[in-house]
């Protein structure tokens, strides 16, 4: 499929699933407007690389999408440097574990603003840019962890089943107009994010990493495989297809059958 002339805002987007799915846009022609911290040089020209000569427009806007004020700015940004948005993806996302009871209060703030409060942000900002075209897909990347829970994960638990309750009502909230709203959950994808967990269990038992990988898997994911960033880019290209027009307000496991058992 072609995405050339539309233009697409994906968070937490400079490493991990967020830059496979940029990679993804940008190869279907989307322009592509990445988002994360630092110097984001390098990627910039990985994704430009990506889309060729022929290929759309990157760019990058370093919003804290904890901060409400700057993704108004980033918003302001893809307005005035793109003619606006059409693809939203959300996402930006952190973890921390820790029992209930000894959970840090700032970090489960800080949880809820970054993988919640902002995927509710950039929707109510980017959605009257897209009623104004007619046209306009949103999707979240929630988790299986917004279907089913696991210990030790309050704050990313809670803030991706909200995430997918308000995908539910941004897709109701749409259903008579080309704009779709949709989640996509994942299972385990061998991130930055992940690997931290990966490395904190090695760390706690023999030091093998590799061996911590699969027992990681085994717990939870039956293909004994890591879901791969380019397969969920494929995934957000087909909801932004016409084929995927009247999926609305669904949560789309990803997940080498966790949620099967």
């Given amino acids: 499929m072609s995405l050339h002339g539309k233009t697409a805002l994906v968070t937490g987007s400079t490493s991990g699933i967020g830059l496979g799915i940029a990679l993804s846009l940008a190869k279907s022609g989307a322009n592509v407007i990445l988002n994360g911290f630092g110097d984001a040089s390098a990627v910039v020209a990985e994704v430009a690389a990506v889309a060729g000569k022929d290929g ?5 806007h370093p919003a804290d999408v904890s901060k409400v004020e700057q993704i108004a700015d980033m918003v302001a940004y893809a307005e005035r440097e793109f003619g606006g948005i059409d693809i ?31 995927v509710f942000h950039s929707t109510r900002l980017s959605l ?21 829970g696991s210990t030790g994960k309050a704050a990313y638990v809670a803030a991706k089943h909200g995430v997918i309750g308000l995908t539910k009502v941004v897709g109701l909230e749409t259903a008579t107009t080309q704009i779709t709203c949709n989640a996509i959950c994942p299972g385990w994808v061998l991130t930055p994010l992940v690997q931290q967990q990966i490395d904190t269990r090695a760390a706690a038992a023999d030091g093998d990493v590799e061996k911590a990988k699969r027992e990681l898997l085994a717990e939870k994911q039956p293909s004994l495989e890591f879901v791969t960033p380019p397969q969920l880019g494929e995934l957000v290209l087909f909801l932004c297809s016409e084929a995927g027009s009247q999926v609305r307000g669904a949560a789309w496991n990803i997940d080498g059958g966790w949620l099967a058992q």
């Fill in 128 to 148: 009257p840019g897209m009623r104004a075209k007619g046209w306009g897909r949103i999707i979240n990347i929630a988790s299986t962890h917004g279907l089913v």
């Fill in 56 to 60: 759309g427009k990157v760019g990058h």
């Fill in 88 to 118: 939203l993806v959300n996402n930006a996302g952190i973890q921390y574990v820790s029992p209930v009871e000894e959970f840090p209060v700032e970090r489960w703030d800080s949880i809820i603003s970054i993988n919640l409060s902002s």
